[in-house]
C-alpha cells in the first residue's frame, strides 16, 4: 500500500496561453483579471499557465492627438452619452470585481497603441517573466490614471514600473524597433479569425473569448487541461 503522506505533487499542467488584446480595451483588463484569478483557484489542482501577451489594435488608424471616449463611441458604436456612461459604469462594477480600479470618464481619451505593443513585444523578447507586469501597469496607467499612452514618458514609466530598464525602453521607442513584428503578430492573429478582444488562446487551439468571470475561465482551463 502507498504511503499517500509521501506522495509526489501531482504533477502540473502548464497550459500556453495567448492573450490578444489592446491596451486600451476595457474588457481586456476584466478578462485578465478574471482569467489570473482563475489560475489561483487552479493552481492547488496543478494547473497552471505560461501567458503572452498578443498585439490587437481596436483603433489602428486613430489621430495621434487620441479622441475624446465619449465621442469616440458615439461615432464608432452610435451610442449617446447616457448609453456611454451607463457602459463605463457596468464595465467600472465588473473591473472591480476582479480587483482592477477602473476610473474612465467623460473627459478621458482613447490613443494610438502601437508604441504600447512594440513594448510589449520588447518585454517578451527580453524578459518574459515581466511582460505581464508591463500589460498591467499600462492598463493602470490608461484606465487608472488616464494617462497618454503615446507619451513616450507614461510608456517608459510603465516599463519602469514593470521592473523593465527605462532607458532601454526610451532606446525601443525611439529607434522604431519590432514595429516589423508587431504588424507581422497582428496578421497573423487576424488571419487566424481574431475579429474582436480579449481573445484568449489556449494551446494554440482552444478560444475563450470576452471578459469573461473567474468562473468561466476555471470551467473550461479545467476541462481543456483534463484534455491533455
Known sequence: MTDMTDAAPAPLKTLKIDFVSDVVCPWCAVGLGGLTSA?????????????????????????????????????????????????REMIRRRAAEVGFD????????????????????????????????????????????????????VLTEAAEAAGLDRAEAGEVLASGRYAQEVRGAEDLWRARGITSVPAVVVEGKYLISGGQPAAAFEEALRKIAAEG
Request: hydrophobic residues 35%; without cysteine; proline residues 7%.
Open 39 to 87: 489560475l489561483e483557484t487552479l493552481k492547488p489542482e496543478g494547473i497552471a499557465a505560461d501567458i503572452a501577451f498578443q498585439p490587437f489594435e481596436l483603433n489602428p488608424q486613430i489621430a495621434p492627438e487620441g479622441e475624446n471616449i465619449v465621442e469616440h463611441i458615439g461615432r464608432k458604436y452610435g451610442s449617446t452619452p447616457e448609453q456611454s456612461a451607463q457602459n
Open 102 to 153: 477602473m476610473r474612465m470618464g467623460p473627459d478621458s481619451r482613447i490613443w494610438n497603441t502601437f508604441d504600447a505593443h512594440r513594448l510589449l513585444h520588447w518585454a517578451h523578447e527580453t524578459a518574459p517573466d515581466k511582460q505581464e507586469g508591463l500589460k498591467r501597469a499600462l492598463f493602470t496607467a490608461h484606465f487608472t490614471e488616464n494617462r497618454n499612452i503615446t507619451d513616450a514618458r
